[in-house]
């Protein structure tokens, strides 16, 4: 069974720039979570989709938003980006919102 | 709000056992999980326990968990080189879908 796949992998913006990450659920998971990770805050939770419905979100700003296809594919959006928001994007799927999720390989975000 | 601790580095030699340490806050937490991240990966889940058990084990690794005490353990039996990675703890609760807590990471090192 194919893993979590996350597209692009690695991805140069500006300030003030948006960007879209695109992730790809084990087939048969219908839940899809999305985290930060940094060097000073760890990782962060993001949202969680079930169903194409967010279901959970975890304490960011406007700028970042998400959805989720009926197909469970996700996509994250993140507007007017700041140099802050340079991080390591990783997408996590789970068969329902209270199993063991598995995660993608990570989309790596430089913000300059 | 929930917390999730670990010491962030543990040095063992080849062939030792490693026991790496978590406490966690959050009295509601349902299920708790240790992931692996290797460099420039995603992360990988390696075992997870109810908060109803006491103990889990799965060939190299053994979860012990003390609710009392809010601590979690994961022992790795004859460490090897290839477990050289970060190690996280996480947990996650009743009615918070999706929405994994991660420790900041454990880094092992294993020396030959």
């Known amino acids: 069974k194919a893993g979590v796949t996350q597209t692009p992998r690695y991805l140069i913006k500006t300030r003030g720039q948006q960007v879209t990450l695109s992730c790809s659920p084990i087939s048969g998971h219908r839940s899809v979570s999305w985290y930060q990770q940094t060097p000073g805050q760890g990782l962060q939770f993001l949202f969680e989709y079930f169903s194409e419905t967010q279901r959970n979100k975890g304490n960011f700003p406007g700028r970042f938003s998400g959805r989720q296809f009926s197909n469970s594919r996700s996509e994250m959006n993140v507007s007017t980006l700041e140099l802050g928001d340079s991080a390591l994007y990783l997408c996590?799927?789970?068969?329902?919102?209270?199993?063991?999720?598995?995660f993608g390989p990570g989309t790596r975000l430089t913000v300059l | 709000g929930e917390d999730v601790e670990q010491s962030l580095f543990l040095s063992v030699r080849e062939g030792d056992s490693s026991v790496i340490n978590c406490t966690y806050t959050?009295?509601?937490?349902?299920?708790l999980y240790w992931y692996k991240q290797e460099p420039g990966a995603g992360l990988q889940l390696l075992t997870y326990?109810?908060?109803?058990?006491d103990m889990k084990q799965d060939q190299r690794l053994t979860v012990l968990l003390n609710k009392k005490d809010k601590h979690l353990s994961l022992r790795i039996a004859d460490t090897q080189t290839g477990d050289s990675a970060i190690y996280f703890c996480?947990?996650?609760?009743?009615?918070?879908?999706?929405?994994?807590?991660f420790g900041k990471g454990t880094k092992l090192s294993v020396k030959p």
């Open positions: 996590a799927s789970s068969v329902g919102s209270y199993n063991e999720q598995f």
């Open positions: 996480a947990e996650t609760e009743e009615g918070s879908q999706g929405n994994l807590i």
């Open positions: 326990i109810f908060s109803n058990m």
């Open positions: 959050d009295s509601s937490s349902t299920y």
